[in-house]
C-alpha cells in the first residue's frame, strides 16, 4: 500500500503562484510515475502532470508552460509549481502514484482561483 498526503491548496488570487506538494508514504519502492490530476466542479478528473522516477515529465496542454512538476526522491514527494493561475484552474487537485503494486490517489487538495 502506499499512502499520499497533498498540502499547498486554498485560496489563491488569479495570478498567484502557489505550490503544492504530496508526501508518499508505504511501499514506496513501488512507486514509479507519480503525478496531478484536477477535478473542477461539474466536470470529470482529468490528468496535469506527471513525473518518472528517472525525471521524464508531461503535462496537459491547458497547463503546459504554467506549471512545473519536480520529485524529490529521498523525501518521497512531488511538487506542483502553479504560475499565473486563472479561474478555470479552480479544482480539487489529487496527487497520484502508480508502480508495480497498483495506482494510488491521495485526497485531494482544493484550489480556488478567485479574486
Known amino acids: 500500500q502506499v499512502q499520499l498526503v497533498e498540502s499547498g491548496g486554498g485560496l489563491v488570487r488569479p495570478g498567484g503562484s502557489p505550490r503544492l506538494s504530496c508526501a508518499a508514504s508505504?511501499?514506496?519502492?513501488?512507486?514509479?510515475?507519480m503525478g496531478w490530476d484536477r477535478q473542477a466542479p461539474g466536470k470529470q478528473r482529468r490528468m496535469v502532470a506527471t513525473?518518472?522516477?528517472?525525471?521524464?515529465?508531461s503535462y496537459a496542454d491547458s497547463v503546459r508552460g504554467r506549471f512545473t512538476i519536480s520529485r524529490d526522491n529521498a523525501k518521497n514527494t512531488v511538487y506542483l509549481e502553479m504560475n499565473s493561475l486563472k479561474p478555470e484552474d479552480t479544482a480539487v487537485y489529487y496527487c497520484?502514484?502508480?508502480?508495480?503494486?497498483?495506482?494510488?490517489w491521495g485526497q485531494g487538495t482544493q484550489v480556488t482561483v478567485s479574486s
Open positions: 508505504g511501499s514506496i519502492f513501488s512507486i514509479n510515475t
Open positions: 497520484n502514484a502508480a508502480g508495480g503494486l497498483g495506482n494510488y
Open positions: 513525473i518518472t522516477s528517472g525525471g521524464s515529465t
